[in-house]
């Protein structure tokens, strides 16, 4: 029986074109800047975003660290909502590796913070506080439900941001799939930002790696800050031919993946034993919760759907993430919605 693997969209393979392109890709060294294939990925990327240059990174947590370091201090203090990925799944990476202090405030169900709450948060002049130096938001947002944040919202935070003198930046690891149901250019919802990483390897399916993107002298310091990470990949047009097809040609096809996220959504509010979120899906993700009635918690219900061939995030005692992605086809829907029949019981 073949899986279907719900758990994330970062599951996704690599198309055969992919692999093809990453066997025939030119090569050079990248820490030399003489990779033709990691070149042309960074113009595209940079061009695409409408930013000045770009920076191919390993993954999208690197990019994200390189981000925070090459634009703070070390006690320096960054606000991020309190469900941030760079908060709680980036292994506290800016306090470790860059002395830098989280200070959070609550995310909103959609995704942002309130206006009041990041004024707020800005430390005065003040020989006892942290340097607030740096606002990060993020676009779509994973534990909002991967709410998508409007270009109108970023640019006022922006708005406040310079008004403070602060710097802002995007963690748009899924910018491409608020780009497809906001309907808008993806520079046009990066625009306010300092700085934007977006990932390659999660509904654009290319095998590995992230994009960090601003002005030029700010790539020029991140090319550093990434080489001290370990980030310099020498002949990385391998990984990078096949990021540039992804990016170039798999950006339109993420609405399919939104339709196949309401449709399970509808096949699974059908499922006696089920509660969904209100509002799921707002993009790739439907969030799955077990009613009362089913005497099973998440995990062993997700070993049970498992041993009917289906994949799926536990994300709370009783909750799931479904994420659909380029490798989720009208049938693994199908059979997504009758494991979930089976295991319930109900």
Aim: with cysteine; net charge negative; charged share 25%.
């Amino acid at each position: 029986m073949e899986k279907v693997d719900l758990r994330s969209d970062t599951v996704t393979l690599p198309t055969l074109e992919m692999r093809t392109a990453a066997a025939e890709a030119d090569l050079g060294d990248d820490v030399y800047g003489e990779d033709p294939s990691v070149n042309e990925l960074e113009a595209y990327a940079a061009e695409l975003l409408k930013k000045e240059a770009a920076l191919f990174v390993p993954s999208g947590t690197m990019g994200n660290l390189i981000a925070l370091l090459t634009h703070c201090q070390r006690g320096d203090e960054v606000i991020v909502g309190d469900k941030a990925h760079t908060f709680l799944y980036e292994v506290g990476g800016m306090a470790a590796l860059g002395g830098i202090q989280p200070h959070t405030i609550p995310n909103q169900p959609d995704g942002t913070v309130r206006i009041e709450d990041l004024q707020h948060a800005v430390r005065g002049d003040n020989v006892h506080f942290p340097r607030t130096r740096l606002v990060s938001l993020e676009n779509t947002h994973n534990r909002c439900g991967g709410a998508a944040l409007t270009a109108e919202y970023t640019r006022r935070v922006g708005t406040v941001a310079r008004e403070y003198d602060l710097k802002l930046h995007l963690d748009g690891a899924r910018i491409f799939n608020a780009a497809a149901v906001l309907e808008v250019p993806a520079s046009e919802l990066v625009a306010p930002a300092d700085s934007v990483m977006f990932c390659l390897s999660k509904g654009l399916a290319a095998p590995v790696g992230s994009i960090l993107a601003g002005t030029g002298a700010f790539i020029r310091r991140a090319r550093k800050t990434r080489k001290q990470l370990g980030g310099g990949m020498r002949q990385a047009g391998v990984i990078a031919a096949p990021a540039l097809l992804a990016l170039r040609h798999n950006r339109g096809r993420l609405v399919e993946d939104h339709l196949r996220a309401k449709r399970l959504a509808e096949g699974l509010r059908g499922v006696a034993g089920l509660v969904l979120d209100e509002n799921t899906p707002l993009t790739n993700m439907v969030y799955v919760n077990l009613g009362e009635g089913v005497s099973l918690d998440a995990e062993a219900a997700a070993r049970a759907l498992e041993e009917r061939g289906v994949l799926v995030g536990v994300t709370g005692e009783r909750r799931f993430r479904l994420v659909t992605h380029y490798w989720i086809t009208d049938s693994d829907l199908e059979q997504t919605v009758q494991a979930f029949r089976e295991v319930t019981g109900l």
